[in-house]
């Protein structure tokens, strides 16, 4: 992860910016920096919980970049009264009404598991248009996730989409949400740790920029 870090620290202190007329040079530095540094933090957090996912032997951990919502989880998302009760439906892979990214997708050989989970900061929260958004598009990557993996050779017994809210503002109600804190018990697996691990270092770097003369 460190070349990871220092890169983005290196693109973080070579970005322009403008100099707000009242907060004047050094303060509207500081705050175009920050607020650039929000932005790739959620790419940092997801990056982090992969290679340490990674670690585990039990698990098969992956990223999809282009996973296929399909146009019948179009259909049944648009009659459906309420999106909770599509969970439990499972719908073939493969036809493609839109792609999304998943973020990590980790099969794990003890459970006979296949789940996938977005990462995201969980420090602020969504208007209710964005969450009926994020609502949709994890219930139909949940129905289509089992034939999926089935298609990838990792046949499961239960298959769940989550999206994880790291510092534990959930814009959906769990178990569709995970905070960062229940992601050690949530794997039985330590991971909290090796993720503070990497903040630390992009916080230490991170305000080191920030203090630097321009």
Same mark, same amino acid.
Request: proline letters at 3%; a neutral charge; aromatic letters at 8%.
């Given at each position: 992860?460190?070349?990871?870090?220092?890169?983005?620290?290196?693109?973080?202190?070579?970005?322009?910016?403008?100099?707000?007329?009242?907060? +004047?040079?050094?303060?509207?530095?500081?705050? %175009?920096?920050?607020?650039?540094? *929000?932005?790739? =933090?959620?790419? /940092?957090?997801?990056?982090?919980?992969?290679?340490?996912?990674?670690?585990?032997?039990?698990?098969?951990?992956?990223?999809?970049?282009?996973?296929?919502?399909? =146009?019948?989880?179009?259909?049944?998302?648009?009659?459906?009264?309420?999106?909770?009760?599509?969970?439990?439906?499972?719908?073939?892979? +493969?036809?493609?009404?839109? %792609?999304?990214?998943?973020? !990590?997708?980790?099969?794990?050989?003890?459970? =006979?598991?296949?789940?996938? *989970?977005? &990462?995201?900061?969980?420090?602020?929260? *969504?208007? #209710?248009?964005?969450?009926? !958004? /994020?609502?949709?598009?994890?219930?139909?990557?949940?129905?289509?996730?089992?034939? *999926? #993996?089935?298609?990838?050779?990792? &046949?499961?017994?239960?298959? =769940?989409?989550? /999206?994880?809210?790291?510092? #534990?503002?959930?814009?959906?109600?769990?178990?569709?949400? /995970?905070?960062?804190?229940?992601?050690?018990?949530?794997?039985?697996?330590? &991971?909290?740790?090796?993720?503070?691990?990497?903040?630390?270092?992009?916080?230490?770097?991170?305000?080191?920029?920030?203090?630097?003369?321009?």
């Amino acid at each position: 992860m460190r070349p990871t870090l220092d890169e983005t620290i290196d693109r973080l202190g070579a970005a322009r910016f403008r100099e707000d007329p009242i907060a +004047g040079r050094k303060y509207s530095r500081a705050t %175009s920096i920050i607020s650039s540094a *929000y932005k790739r =933090h959620g790419a /940092i957090l997801q990056r982090a919980l992969l290679e340490r996912l990674k670690d585990c032997a039990r698990l098969r951990v992956w990223t999809e970049d282009d996973f296929k919502l399909s =146009h019948e989880s179009l259909r049944q998302v648009r009659v459906a009264e309420r999106l909770d009760s599509l969970l439990q439906a499972q719908l073939p892979y +493969g036809d493609r009404e839109r %792609s999304v990214r998943v973020d !990590i997708l980790v099969f794990d050989e003890a459970r =006979h598991s296949i789940n996938a *989970y977005n &990462v995201k900061r969980g420090n602020g929260s *969504y208007d #209710g248009g964005k969450r009926r !958004i /994020i609502h949709e598009e994890l219930v139909r990557t949940q129905m289509l996730l089992s034939d *999926y #993996g089935r298609g990838s050779g990792f &046949v499961s017994e239960t298959s =769940h989409a989550h /999206i994880i809210f790291y510092y #534990g503002l959930l814009s959906l109600p769990p178990p569709l949400a /995970i905070s960062g804190d229940d992601l050690d018990e949530h794997f039985q697996f330590p &991971v909290r740790e090796a993720i503070e691990f990497v903040n630390a270092y992009f916080v230490a770097r991170l305000t080191e920029l920030i203090e630097q003369e321009d």
